[in-house]
């Protein structure tokens, strides 16, 4: 087999499967007990859910490495980069270390076909071993139960909100989602809900599956700017811009179930500082505010919403969106109804599952503005030209909507341009 930069192994892995997903774990742990991967693997946190799954890994991992542990970090999908999904320490995989590993994965699958995902996660998990970490954070890709994540047997498991999302794979209502989320617990071992509202399926579910359960608001809540573990211990809740409470509150209560490292409140004042690409990130170019959203569901749509309301602006509210064709699109347009004062919908053609704006103008209720359709730069180029003090641009609907607005924020800062 010739040698294959990165970019050729992104390639080859995105066409040697015959479906994007393939949910079930017979394929992908057997590649895995070939690699060795699943015998004696480092200290492992998993975590499942609909939204703010990058919330809790980002938290977890920030708080583990700066009480001195060598943390191995997975999550998906990625902005700009594949290396984001794969961090030692907060530092990206470097090609030649991913390379490494497609291809003892490629030595190891033998005639089994992998999914793009799952060879992914196997080469974080050869990754992670190879570099000798303490603890891996792995972020569950879809569902829970059958996702390839869950080849190994978590230490501590985390179940953030459960939200109406791939209903094709998972089920048509939160009750038959939950229970494949709650796939992820182990009995004996501590599995943490951040779901305030968690459907009687995942309380049932994880009752069967003996696992330790620390349920928000029953065992931990947070209240007043303080979480209340389940421990007895109280802190002052640090305010990470951009994350929900309940994530941060949770990824805390994790570590502490767990016994992963000494918590205090002068470790959690270090994670302040801390920020997520692309979930609820604020940006100021000029006199324009840019937020930047990943919602691509209707619970984060809504929690958008929320926050929109929580941050009037002076001026006009305006929407770059663009989304996959898979999803409650019409329920997450009803969820911004009367929020934005002008619609911009990004064409995303290039993508195979993207919902094509012409079907998205149709969605859209007849009071809404479209101003523009078009690709994103030359979208995001006429929206700045266009706005004007107190105005408020916000880019969601998609990890590729906003993957696009973080390059061209990345290249106006190398610029030095101010955004203009």
């Not at 809790?56 to 001195?68: F, K, N, W, Y």
């Not at 879809?142 to 109406?164: E, F, K, W």
């Not at 951040?194 to 809540?221: C, K, Y």
């Not at 989304?323 to 929020?339: Q, W």
Request: net charge negative; proline share 4%; with cysteine.
């Amino acid at each position: 087999m010739a040698h294959l930069s990165l970019s050729g192994w992104l390639q080859r892995l995105e066409s040697q499967h015959p479906v994007e997903i393939d949910l079930g774990l017979e394929r992908v742990a057997a590649v895995a007990h070939a690699l060795g991967v699943t015998i004696s693997p480092p200290i492992t946190m998993t975590v499942a859910g609909t939204n703010g799954k990058g919330s809790v890994v980002a938290v977890a991992s920030t708080l583990l490495e700066r009480s001195g542990l060598r943390v191995g970090r997975y999550t998906s999908p990625h902005l700009n980069r594949f290396n984001e999904r794969i961090c030692l320490n907060g530092a990206e995989a470097p090609d030649c270390d991913l390379i490494a590993a497609f291809e003892a994965v490629e030595q190891a699958r033998g005639p089994i076909s992998l999914t793009y995902f799952e060879v992914a996660t196997l080469a974080a998990l050869w990754i992670f071993r190879e570099q000798n970490v303490d603890v891996q954070v792995l972020e569950v890709g879809l569902g829970g139960r059958l996702d390839a994540v869950n080849i190994l047997d978590a230490d501590v498991s985390v179940i953030t909100s459960i939200g109406l999302d791939h209903m094709d794979w998972l089920g048509s209502n939160r009750e038959q989602i939950a229970v494949e989320k709650a796939g992820v617990a182990r009995a004996g071992r501590p599995c943490i809900v951040a779901d305030s509202e968690p459907p009687r399926s995942l309380l049932s579910s994880l009752e069967q599956r003996g696992s330790v359960n620390f349920i928000v608001n029953r065992e931990w809540h947070i209240a007043h700017g303080e979480l209340h573990m389940a421990s007895g211990a109280t802190y002052e809740l640090p305010r990470v811009d951009g994350l929900l409470p309940q994530n941060v509150g949770a990824a805390v209560q994790a570590l502490e179930a767990g016994q992963f490292c000494a918590l205090s409140q002068d470790l959690l004042h270090q994670i302040s500082g801390l920020s997520v690409p692309g979930r609820r990130s604020l940006h100021r170019l000029g006199s324009v505010d840019v937020l930047l959203d990943v919602a691509h569901n209707v619970e984060a749509v809504a929690e958008l919403v929320r926050l929109l309301h929580q941050r009037p602006v002076s001026g006009r509210t305006v929407a770059l969106f663009g989304v996959m064709g898979d999803k409650p699109i019409r329920d997450m347009l009803r969820a911004c109804e009367s929020v934005f004062d002008e619609w911009n919908l990004i064409d995303l053609s290039h993508v195979p599952r993207a919902m094509e704006t012409h079907c998205l103008v149709e969605l859209l209720s007849p009071t809404e503005t479209v101003r523009e359709i078009g690709c994103f730069a030359d979208l995001w180029d006429s929206v700045l030209a266009r706005g004007r003090a107190g105005d408020r641009i916000v880019v969601f609907g998609s990890f590729y909507s906003v993957g696009e607005a973080t390059q061209l924020l990345a290249r106006k800062r190398v610029e030095g341009s101010g955004g203009r």
